[in-house]
């Protein structure tokens, strides 16, 4: 866009050289004189109870400082307020194997390791559940005591509209089961905590989270300190991806050993570790029933889905209702009922993954629609393109559109790629795949109920025109400082190199809620424009006072600040800085940022709603090698509608990023367990396959820009939406290829060959789920559609 | 992270002078080149010597001599990039060229030995994993433990032998040169392995393998496919090494050797007499690669179903051969 400055252009990220030149210091690099190295004891057991431990033995190796139970840390904690079901250190019970239950504070990582060695648990094994249908059949062994009812975190059922009556007035109806294995973020930094006890009574811990707001709440619930004598501090973080955005046992054990200790105490958590502590991608499965008129024209849509959980509650109960929430921002449906359950399991927790919740919906979704599209004769993209979401507009579940570029994304990636040529018309072998997507740019609510701002920046300026920015938010290497820098440079004139980013410490930054639901862009960057517009405003009265020129003829760009009508005549930036503070006194600015207030009011609203909502289209193309059963994905097109690219290159990246992720989920991510004691079957990089760069396809992308109003110079959100169509569109493309239907997620060799041969004798060639686990659903919540939608009946 | 466990480190800069100290340890110490397969397994605690002897110093194993013409001398030491680099014998012994540039990643193949690569420890689900999950699941017999979960009841370890290169060694009709207390010794490449997934290599603990001697190319063509999951990075969970002397679209004499499907190498002699004194013709092809994936019994300790990988031996074989018969399989390259 020509009228800027910054905004558009691809300018390097802030922290990019001293990651390029290996000087970022990540909290694993951190060292302090007398620093103590900590270690956790796990449990190898499923689920048990702990009768009794014995630590005097670990205590007494020479070099050991401190071991710590659960006893020393008894209180409960959890990201979300209804879910606080943790400990730091388990107390009376283990639920699956990685379980942390003791821990060492050491002179070094040798001496921890052989203390863990000699501390003695003697446990009581229990049954194990391990799969969902075990721990919903098996109401007698109980892995948590609350919840929806016998090892069931959530129950949800809720339907907007009657969708029985949408289903009577539907020409063809179709049901799918599909399954979505669990996976995990694998990032390359493992998590790693420094925490220290200083004299002055105050804790400083250094981490690799994402979300130091919610860090520091727990560690003050746990550790019962007072918020204001504990600082917790965000470390450049070497990837997130979901799965550093709880507060995690490893955070508070090491705080709580540098409080007995004084000494500093660091942890890194070694990769199985990372596979313990996990986070990960809900294994979900999913059925989904659709009625559909001739032409394709959705009239009532019915989903049902099932979370694998794993031991914890984490953001399961929002996950939850994240695979139900967002089917409605894509494609106008007037009638809507969803039914979701969490179940516990033993084994290690599920939580956010980039995409949290709605890639497993998605990809039942956009390959259900593909079947609807295939039984009816119709044009897959036509049939989609013809129902998708109105802007501005509610959706039946309450929802505020406001933008939506979606058919602009989907035309563009349809004429890249040539698919209307290619689509059915390939050789055997190599097909061509498409699907859509939405997300959200930020979880509309807080995680725990407040009527505070979400995000909050601050900004000084020093007499010679340096300008800092403080914000809470996290840099996950995403680019959030570097998209702070670009909003700030841009409302005041200067350059993205001129302003310095302080983040994500408790100390000296204002609460910005974390990196997480894709929310940082758009909320501390609105937080941005508001601090530097009103720092603008001071640095523009004081100038227009100089140059006798009205204010709003005032414009500042290129380090000067100046007439519009007369360029010539102006100030350089630090000369209208110095006279601004002359004239006011210090300079500083505030500015915050709280979402739209949600329209639904329903039991479940909270979860869904968004400032506004990004789209996405994709065509994949696949080739399959029909004796192998291998999979190759040749090239991808994506289109990407985040409302303003503030950096188009970063958006790229993000969105690459989400193309490798889907890629990995699609063909080969999933975390396996032994099927009787629950031991993870691949905690490392080698046994966890997760694509190399080889298997990466060439990436086409395409930035649609829609100006939404209620991002900053219209921004939405660019991080997780991408990787949503990448499954659907391979699964898509793989029936394309070679006529077999893959419901499940991951499509591996074996599961490609297992369909043709099942091809080859007669059968359908669909491998995939073809049950669902029996359920007494709850009544719904029977929710009044927004007006729009309430005539919708008559549309016959 | 995951710390090596203490030891005492020799770098000795002659053979005798490795022997000597070897022998002054006898089972606390173990031959280390490269590390890369010792190290992650020491950390895991697979592998616990008090002692490293390491032989990237002794002259005699760094030696690289001859051509595709004459043979060729590979010192144990050399790197598998260092082989690599060496176009001659990339072209003499496409194989072996072939097999070495599919081991792991650049950077392993960069520390990565010959030797190294040839002793490679077997491999199984239950075994490579740290000290921690084998004591959660229960220790198996290859270490700590007194039973087999890939074949309960039993009293062998099935664990798989995961070297690229050594299939293609036997293909090619390698020797291998070794130097113990008892002195030197040089064997045929295949009687080096043994099936048995604990004790799999037929040598002393105290022998050094000082050298690779592969035999000269003449009307030799030879091939190797290999099966893993992604394109980098992975181990073999089936290699296919073919070697065949041809005369005028003949073959006169064959040997193909299957990788990754048990705790040795496996010569499938059947399939060579099917393919000997015929031609690479469609159903001959056909015909070995059913004997082939017959007669080889993969279990579920890697990677990919048992019985997809007993599938994919008939597909890799055919591959090799109709590679060797002249077809142009780059379609196909990509499940290799
Ligand atoms: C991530 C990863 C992936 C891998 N992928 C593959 C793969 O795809 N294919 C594959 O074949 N290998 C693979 N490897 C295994 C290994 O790295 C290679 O085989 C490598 O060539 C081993 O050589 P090295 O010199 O590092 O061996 P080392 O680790 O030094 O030694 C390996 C074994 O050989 C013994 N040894 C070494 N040299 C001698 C000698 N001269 N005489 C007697 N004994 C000796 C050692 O005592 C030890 O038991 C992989 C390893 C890793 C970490
Ligand atoms: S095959 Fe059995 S004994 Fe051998 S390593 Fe595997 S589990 Fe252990």
Same mark, same amino acid.
């Given at each position: 866009?020509?009228?800027?400055?910054?905004?558009?252009?691809?300018?390097?990220?802030?922290?990019?050289?001293?990651?390029?030149?290996?000087?970022?210091?990540?909290?694993?690099?951190?060292?302090?004189?007398?620093?103590?190295?900590?270690?956790?004891?796990?449990?190898?057991?499923?689920?048990?109870?702990?009768?009794?431990?014995?630590?005097?033995?670990?205590?007494?190796?020479?070099?050991?400082?401190?071991?710590?139970?659960?006893?020393?840390?008894?209180?409960?904690?959890?990201?979300?307020?209804?879910?606080?079901?943790?400990?730091?250190?388990?107390?009376?019970?283990?639920?699956?194997?990685?379980?942390?239950?003791?821990?060492?504070?050491?002179?070094?990582?040798?001496?921890?390791?052989?203390?863990?060695?000699?501390?003695? @648990?003697?446990?009581?094994?229990?049954?194990?559940?391990?799969?969902?249908?075990?721990?919903?059949?098996?109401?007698?062994?109980?892995?948590?005591?609350?919840?929806?009812?016998?090892?069931?975190?959530?129950?949800?059922?809720?339907?907007?509209?009657?969708?029985?009556?949408?289903?009577?007035?539907?020409?063809?109806?179709?049901?799918?089961?599909?399954?979505?294995?669990?996976?995990?973020?694998?990032?390359?930094?493992?998590?790693?905590?420094?925490?220290?006890?200083?004299?002055?009574?105050?804790?400083?811990?250094?981490?690799?989270?994402?979300?130091?707001?919610?860090?520091?709440?727990?560690?003050?619930?746990?550790?019962?300190?007072?918020?204001?004598?504990?600082?917790?501090?965000?470390?450049?973080?070497?990837?997130?991806?979901?799965?550093?955005?709880?507060?995690?046992?490893?955070?508070?054990?090491?705080?709580?050993?540098?409080?007995?200790?004084?000494?500093?105490?660091?942890?890194?958590?070694?990769?199985?570790?990372?596979?313990?502590?996990?986070?990960?991608?809900?294994?979900?499965?999913?059925?989904?029933?659709?009625?559909?008129?001739?032409?394709?024209?959705?009239?009532?849509?019915? @989903?049902?889905?099932?979370?694998?959980?794993?031991? &914890?509650?984490?953001?399961?109960?929002?996950?939850?209702?994240?695979?139900?929430?967002?089917?409605?921002?894509?494609?106008?449906?007037?009638?809507?009922?969803?039914?979701?359950?969490?179940?516990?399991?033993?084994?290690?927790?599920?939580?956010?993954?980039?995409?949290?919740?709605?890639?497993?919906?998605?990809?039942?979704?956009?390959?259900?629609?593909?079947?609807?599209?295939?039984?009816?004769?119709?044009?897959?993209?036509?049939?989609?393109?013809?129902?998708?979401?109105?802007?501005?507009?509610?959706?039946?579940?309450?929802?505020?559109?406001?933008?939506?570029?979606?058919?602009?994304?989907?035309?563009?990636?349809?004429?890249?790629?040539?698919?209307?040529?290619?689509?059915?018309?390939?050789?055997?072998?190599?097909?061509?795949?498409?699907?859509?997507?939405?997300?959200?740019?930020?979880?509309?609510?807080?995680?725990?109920?407040?009527?505070?701002?979400?995000?909050?920046?601050?900004?000084?300026?020093?007499?010679?025109?340096?300008?800092?920015?403080?914000?809470?938010?996290?840099?996950?290497?995403?680019?959030?400082?570097?998209?702070?820098?670009?909003?700030?440079?841009?409302?005041?004139?200067?350059?993205?190199?001129?302003?310095?980013? @302080?983040?994500?410490?408790?100390?000296?930054?204002?609460?910005?809620?974390?990196?997480?639901?894709?929310?940082?862009?758009?909320?501390?960057?609105?937080?941005?424009?508001?601090?530097?517009?009103?720092?603008?405003?001071?640095?523009?009265?004081?100038?227009?006072?100089?140059?006798?020129?009205?204010?709003?003829?005032?414009?500042?760009?290129?380090?000067?600040?100046?007439?519009?009508?007369?360029?010539?005549?102006?100030?350089?930036?630090?000369?209208? @800085?110095?006279?601004?503070?002359?004239?006011?006194?210090?300079?500083?600015?505030?500015?915050?940022?709280?979402?739209?207030?949600?329209?639904?009011?329903?039991?479940?609203?909270?979860?869904?709603?968004?400032?506004?909502?990004?789209?996405?289209?994709?065509?994949?193309?696949?080739?399959?090698?029909?004796?192998?059963?291998?999979?190759?994905?040749?090239?991808?097109?994506?289109?990407?509608?985040?409302?303003?690219?503030?950096?188009?290159?970063?958006?790229?990246?993000?969105?690459?990023?989400?193309?490798?992720?889907?890629?990995?989920?699609?063909?080969?991510?999933?975390?396996?367990?032994?099927?009787?004691?629950?031991?993870?079957?691949?905690?490392?990089?080698?046994?966890?396959?997760?694509?190399?760069?080889?298997?990466?396809?060439?990436?086409?992308?395409?930035?649609?820009?829609?100006?939404?109003?209620?991002?900053?110079?219209?921004?939405?959100?660019?991080?997780?939406?991408?990787?949503?169509?990448?499954?659907?569109?391979?699964?898509?493309?793989? &029936?394309?290829?070679?006529?077999?239907?893959?419901?499940?997620?991951?499509?591996?060799?074996?599961?490609?060959?297992?369909?043709?041969?099942?091809?080859?004798?007669?059968?359908?060639?669909?491998?995939?789920?073809?049950?669902?686990?029996?359920?007494?659903?709850?009544?719904?919540?029977?929710?009044?559609?927004?007006?729009?939608?309430?005539?919708?009946?008559?549309?016959? | 992270?995951?710390?090596?466990?203490?030891?005492?480190?020799?770098?000795?800069?002659?053979?005798?002078?490795?022997?000597?100290?070897?022998?002054?340890?006898?089972?606390?110490?173990?031959?280390?080149?490269?590390?890369?397969?010792?190290?992650?397994?020491?950390?895991?605690?697979?592998?616990?010597?008090?002692?490293?002897?390491?032989?990237?110093?002794?002259?005699?194993?760094?030696?690289?001599?001859?051509?595709?013409?004459?043979?060729?001398?590979?010192?144990?030491?050399?790197?598998?990039?260092?082989?690599?680099?060496? $176009?001659?014998?990339?072209?003499?012994?496409?194989?072996?060229?072939?097999?070495?540039?599919?081991?792991?990643?650049?950077?392993?193949?960069?520390?990565?030995?010959?030797?190294?690569?040839?002793?490679?420890?077997?491999?199984?689900?239950?075994?490579?994993?740290?000290?921690?999950?084998?004591?959660?699941?229960?220790?198996?017999?290859?270490?700590?433990?007194?039973?087999?979960?890939?074949?309960?009841?039993?009293?062998?370890?099935?664990?798989?032998?995961?070297?690229?290169?050594?299939?293609?060694?036997?293909?090619?009709?390698?020797?291998?040169?070794?130097?113990?207390?008892?002195?030197?010794?040089?064997?045929?490449?295949?009687?080096?392995?043994?099936?048995?997934?604990?004790?799999?290599? $037929?040598?002393?603990?105290?022998?050094?393998?000082?050298?690779?001697?592969?035999?000269?190319?003449?009307?030799?063509?030879?091939?190797?496919?290999?099966?893993?999951?992604?394109?980098?990075?992975?181990?073999?969970?089936?290699?296919?090494?073919?070697?065949?002397?041809?005369?005028?679209?003949?073959?006169?004499?064959?040997?193909?050797?299957?990788?990754?499907?048990?705790?040795?190498?496996?010569?499938?002699?059947?399939?060579?007499?099917?393919?000997?004194?015929?031609?690479?013709?469609?159903?001959?092809?056909?015909?070995?690669?059913?004997?082939?994936?017959?007669?080889?019994?993969?279990?579920?300790?890697?990677?990919?179903?048992?019985?997809?990988?007993?599938?994919?031996?008939?597909?890799?074989?055919?591959?090799?051969?109709?590679?060797?018969?002249?077809?142009?399989?780059? $379609?196909?390259?990509?499940?290799?």
């Amino acid at each position: 866009m020509s009228g800027f400055n910054v905004i558009g252009k691809p300018w390097p990220k802030v922290d990019a050289l001293p990651k390029c030149t290996g000087e970022t210091r990540y909290a694993d690099d951190l060292h302090f004189p007398r620093m103590l190295y900590a270690k956790i004891l796990r449990s190898p057991h499923a689920h048990a109870r702990i009768r009794r431990i014995d630590v005097s033995r670990a205590q007494a190796v020479p070099g050991v400082h401190v071991v710590l139970t659960g006893r020393d840390l008894p209180t409960r904690f959890g990201i979300l307020p209804v879910s606080q079901d943790e400990e730091a250190l388990c107390v009376e019970k283990v639920r699956f194997v990685g379980d942390p239950v003791a821990a060492v504070a050491a002179v070094d990582e040798w001496t921890a390791e052989e203390a863990l060695r000699l501390i003695e @648990v003697e446990y009581e094994p229990l049954p194990a559940l391990l799969t969902m249908e075990q721990a919903l059949a098996e109401s007698s062994v109980r892995i948590h005591e609350y919840g929806d009812g016998p090892n069931i975190h959530k129950l949800v059922s809720l339907e907007f509209g009657e969708v029985a009556e949408g289903f009577a007035q539907a020409d063809y109806v179709r049901e799918d089961i599909f399954f979505y294995a669990g996976s995990t973020h694998l990032p390359l930094e493992q998590h790693a905590a420094v925490a220290h006890y200083g004299p002055d009574g105050r804790l400083t811990l250094w981490s690799s989270t994402q979300t130091p707001h919610y860090v520091h709440r727990a560690l003050a619930k746990v550790l019962g300190l007072p918020p204001h004598r504990i600082r917790v501090i965000a470390m450049p973080v070497g990837g997130g991806f979901g799965g550093k955005s709880d507060p995690f046992s490893h955070e508070i054990v090491v705080a709580k050993l540098a409080l007995l200790t004084g000494r500093p105490v660091k942890i890194t958590l070694t990769r199985e570790e990372v596979f313990y502590v996990h986070r990960g991608r809900h294994p979900v499965l999913l059925w989904i029933k659709t009625g559909v008129r001739r032409d394709g024209t959705i009239t009532a849509m019915h @989903v049902r889905s099932f979370l694998d959980g794993g031991a &914890y509650g984490s953001y399961g109960v929002a996950t939850t209702y994240y695979t139900g929430a967002l089917q409605t921002v894509t494609y106008k449906i007037p009638r809507y009922k969803f039914e979701g359950v969490r179940v516990f399991t033993n084994k290690p927790p599920c939580g956010p993954k980039r995409g949290h919740g709605t890639p497993q919906p998605r990809f039942a979704l956009e390959v259900h629609l593909d079947k609807i599209a295939e039984d009816l004769g119709l044009d897959p993209i036509q049939m989609r393109r013809r129902q998708i979401v109105e802007a501005p507009s509610l959706t039946v579940n309450w929802l505020r559109i406001s933008s939506c570029g979606l058919r602009a994304c989907i035309d563009r990636v349809v004429e890249a790629s040539g698919f209307r040529e290619k689509f059915r018309r390939l050789p055997f072998g190599r097909g061509v795949g498409f699907a859509c997507s939405a997300y959200l740019s930020g979880a509309g609510l807080p995680i725990y109920w407040n009527d505070m701002p979400h995000s909050g920046v601050q900004i000084k300026i020093d007499r010679e025109g340096g300008v800092t920015v403080f914000c809470g938010s996290a840099d996950i290497g995403q680019g959030s400082d570097s998209i702070l820098a670009y909003i700030v440079a841009e409302i005041l004139g200067i350059l993205p190199e001129d302003v310095r980013v @302080v983040t994500a410490d408790t100390d000296l930054t204002p609460v910005d809620l974390g990196s997480y639901s894709s929310r940082v862009t758009v909320m501390a960057g609105n937080a941005a424009v508001e601090a530097a517009e009103r720092l603008r405003r001071l640095l523009f009265r004081a100038a227009a006072e100089r140059l006798d020129v009205p204010e709003d003829q005032l414009l500042a760009r290129e380090r000067r600040i100046f007439d519009q009508a007369d360029p010539e005549r102006g100030l350089d930036f630090a000369e209208a @800085v110095q006279l601004a503070e002359a004239r006011f006194g210090t300079l500083g600015a505030v500015g915050s940022y709280k979402p739209p207030k949600a329209p639904g009011r329903y039991k479940g609203a909270g979860v869904g709603p968004s400032p506004s909502y990004s789209y996405s289209a994709c065509v994949a193309q696949v080739r399959v090698d029909p004796e192998t059963g291998f999979v190759q994905v040749e090239k991808i097109w994506i289109a990407h509608d985040v409302g303003r690219a503030i950096n188009p290159r970063l958006v790229e990246g993000q969105i690459h990023g989400s193309v490798y992720m889907g890629l990995g989920e699609a063909l080969m991510e999933e975390h396996t367990f032994h099927s009787r004691l629950g031991v993870h079957t691949a905690p490392s990089m080698l046994d966890y396959k997760s694509p190399t760069p080889l298997e990466m396809p060439e990436v086409e992308c395409f930035l649609i820009e829609t100006e939404d109003p209620n991002g900053p110079f219209g921004a939405k959100e660019a991080g997780q939406g991408p990787l949503l169509p990448i499954p659907p569109a391979i699964a898509n493309a793989v &029936y394309d290829a070679i006529g077999v239907r893959i419901d499940e997620i991951p499509i591996t060799p074996e599961k490609v060959l297992k369909g043709l041969e099942d091809k080859a004798r007669g059968g359908s060639g669909r491998v995939g789920p073809t049950s669902i686990p029996s359920l007494t659903w709850p009544e719904p919540i029977r929710v009044e559609p927004p007006p729009e939608w309430r005539s919708s009946g008559d549309l016959t | 992270m995951l710390r090596l466990p203490p030891f005492r480190y020799y770098a000795p800069r002659s053979l005798e002078e490795a022997l000597r100290i070897l022998s002054d340890h006898g089972s606390q110490a173990r031959i280390v080149a490269g590390g890369t397969d010792l190290y992650p397994k020491m950390k895991r605690r697979q592998i616990e010597p008090a002692v490293l002897v390491s032989v990237r110093r002794i002259p005699e194993l760094a030696h690289l001599a001859g051509t595709g013409r004459e043979g060729v001398t590979l010192g144990a030491s050399l790197t598998l990039a260092r082989v690599l680099a060496q $176009d001659e014998l990339v072209l003499a012994y496409p194989a072996l060229a072939r097999a070495f540039a599919m081991v792991a990643h650049p950077p392993v193949r960069s520390m990565g030995t010959v030797g190294g690569n040839l002793c490679v420890d077997t491999r199984c689900t239950y075994y490579d994993q740290t000290f921690f999950w084998r004591e959660a699941l229960g220790f198996c017999l290859k270490k700590d433990g007194t039973t087999c979960p890939v074949a309960p009841g039993g009293t062998r370890c099935w664990a798989v032998s995961s070297s690229d290169g050594a299939p293609v060694m036997i293909a090619l009709g390698a020797r291998l040169r070794l130097v113990g207390p008892r002195g030197e010794r040089t064997i045929a490449a295949e009687e080096f392995y043994r099936d048995d997934g604990i004790r799999y290599l $037929d040598k002393e603990p105290e022998e050094i393998l000082v050298e690779v001697l592969l035999p000269p190319q003449e009307d030799w063509k030879s091939t190797y496919w290999k099966l893993r999951r992604r394109g980098s990075v992975d181990f073999p969970v089936l290699g296919v090494a073919v070697a065949l002397r041809m005369e005028s679209g003949w073959c006169r004499e064959a040997r193909i050797v299957l990788g990754a499907v048990g705790s040795c190498p496996k010569r499938i002699r059947e399939a060579e007499t099917l393919l000997e004194g015929n031609r690479l013709e469609p159903d001959v092809i056909a015909a070995v690669a059913h004997v082939v994936a017959r007669s080889v019994r993969p279990l579920k300790n890697t990677d990919f179903l048992h019985l997809y990988r007993k599938k994919m031996a008939s597909v890799f074989t055919q591959r090799a051969l109709r590679e060797l018969a002249g077809a142009s399989l780059m $379609d196909e390259a990509s499940a290799c």
